[in-house]
């Protein structure tokens, strides 16, 4: 007699495991230049995931920054650009700030996201030697952040006048700026040509103090709209309607 197999037979035990198994994908390759990386700082460096285009992102240490950033320009990677340095507040993390630097090989086109951690009040070295075009990536950072480069050659502000209060991108700056009254004076004055009201004290007029009242110091900055054009008269006489 010939056997008879149902349709309906139960699965040995493993059978359904060992079929899942084939068909699930293998796991995808390590990036190249992350393997390198850690295979060179293996405690130095720590993954932190993939950008949106599934380029690598590490953490490395303020204290060795310079050594590893060194490492990535001038050896394997091959990392000649720094294309991108930004901070990141997180105000209530410790530490407070994150150095972001985005690389790129231009001979070999490829991407690479470092991050350091900057304490408030601290600082972490400048990248100016290793990539000159850091200069004024790192003053922007300055400027609006406050966080400090280490070794700068001219670590000043870049957009701000130096007498500035505070850092305008940190999350908690006021958003009606730290002196209303002193910017007021000092879009006055650069409206009106009396570049002296800026410098020393000055009782401002009553003028300025309604200019200072909230939500007009923008205004400052906007152009007269033009005066309404006269409607030319229409051959009867009349101006014309409009």
């Keep these: 007699m010939a056997d008879e197999t149902s349709d309906n037979a139960p699965e040995t ?29 293996p405690d130095a460096c720590r993954p932190e995931g993939e950008d949106t285009a599934g380029n690598p992102i590490v953490r490395v240490g303020a204290d060795d920054l310079i050594e590893v950033l ?61 990539w000159p075009t850091a200069n004024w990536h790192e003053r922007e950072a300055y400027d609006l952040y406050g966080v400090e480069f280490l070794g700068h050659p001219e670590l000043e502000r870049i957009f701000l006048p130096e007498d500035w209060e505070g850092f305008p ?30 410098r020393g004290d000055y009782e401002m007029n009553e003028q300025e103090r309604q200019m200072a009242s909230g939500g007009v110091v923008g205004a400052l900055w906007t152009p007269e709209p033009p005066a309404p054009e006269t409607p030319e008269p229409s051959e009867g006489g009349e101006p014309a309607d409009s």
């Design 70 to 130: 060194s490492w990535l320009r001038d050896d394997g990677t091959r990392f000649d650009f720094l294309s991108d340095q930004t901070v990141i507040d997180w105000t209530e993390r410790q530490p407070r700030f994150d150095v972001v630097y985005h690389l790129y090989s231009i001979a070999r086109n490829h991407f690479l996201t470092v991050k350091t951690g900057c304490a408030d009040g601290e600082g972490v070295p400048t990248v100016c030697d290793i």
């Design 13 to 41: 035990p493993g059978e359904g495991a060992a079929a899942e198994a084939e068909e699930a994908p293998a796991p995808a390759p390590p990036h190249p230049v992350l393997s390198a990386l850690q295979a060179r700082f």
């Design 169 to 198: 991108l940190r999350k908690d700056y006021p958003l009606e700026g730290p002196n209303l009254e002193l910017l007021t004076r000092q879009q006055a004055a650069f409206r009106g040509g009396r570049f002296d009201r800026i």
